[in-house]
T-cell receptor, first 115, second 111 residues
Framework: EAGVAQSPRYKIIEKRQSVAFWCNPISGHATLYWYQQILGQGPKLLIQ????????DSQLPKDRFSAERLKGVDSTLKIQPAKLEDSAVYLC?????????????FGPGTRLTVT | GDSVTQMEGPVTLSEEAFLTINCTYTATGYPSLFWYVQYPGEGLQLLLK?????DKGSNKGFEATYRKETTSFHLEKGSVQVSDSAVYFC??????????FGAGTRLAVHP
């Protein structure tokens, strides 16, 4: 079974530029998550999709971050314009089971450096 | 709000030493509890889980017991190996199938 795919793996941009990350979840997984992991911290949930609908985006900085999951499969997370504090690893995860207990499967992440 | 607190790292051990990584949680309900591991250059992987009080999760020689009375889920292993070197994250489940992570504890095992 193929895992969660993410691209690119690394990205370096200057502040005020825009950037987009792509995620393809495990086939059949209805729930998709985007996390931000700042160095030395645990992952923080940015947005959660159930199929192509948003379940939770309470911690997404909506003035600069956006995400979509067209057709309920792959997803794109965009930052525009980027700030220095956006430097982090962006993790995508997917899961197949609603309700507890459940298990999320993580991709390798995209490491973003904003200079 | 709900939160997870882990012991700070790095934890440095010699091979075959006993490992304990402390984790405590605060929650308004009865969450499920998890340990995830992140090996260098890889994504997070579920190591073990427990869904109710007194449950013991175990995998690859690691164990953790869900202690409701102390709101803890400490990770233990009797004899660590160099290959166990990684960052370990404790997590609890929140509403809508969310995970709330601790800050992570880096483990370095030396031969």
């Amino acid at each position: 079974e193929a895992g969660v795919a993410q691209s690119p793996r690394y990205k370096i941009i200057e502040k005020r530029q825009s950037v987009a990350f792509w995620c393809n979840p495990i086939s059949g997984h209805a729930t998709l998550y985007w996390y931000q992991q700042i160095l030395g911290q645990g992952p923080k949930l940015l947005i959660q999709f159930q199929n192509n609908g948003v379940v939770d985006d309470s911690q997404l900085p909506k003035d600069r971050f956006s995400a979509e999951r067209l057709k309920g499969v792959d997803s794109t997370l965009k930052i525009q314009p980027a700030k220095l504090e956006d430097s982090a690893v962006y993790l995508c995860a997917s899961s197949n089971v609603r309700g507890a207990p459940y298990e999320q499967y993580f991709g390798p992440g995209t490491r973003l450096t904003v200079t | 709000g709900d939160s997870v607190t882990q012991m700070e790292g790095p934890v440095t051990l010699s091979e075959e030493a006993f490992l304990t990584i402390n984790c405590t949680y605060t929650a308004t309900g009865y969450p499920s509890l998890f340990w995830y591991v992140q090996y260098p250059g890889e994504g997070l992987q579920l190591l073990l889980k427990a869904t109710k009080a007194d449950d013991k999760g175990s995998n690859k020689g690691f164990e953790a017991t869900y202690r409701k009375e102390t709101t803890s889920f400490h990770l233990e292993k009797g004899s660590v190996q160099v290959s166990d070197s990684a960052v370990y994250f404790c997590a609890s489940s929140g509403g809508y199938n969310k995970l709330i992570f601790g800050a992570g504890t880096r483990l370095a095992v030396h031969p």
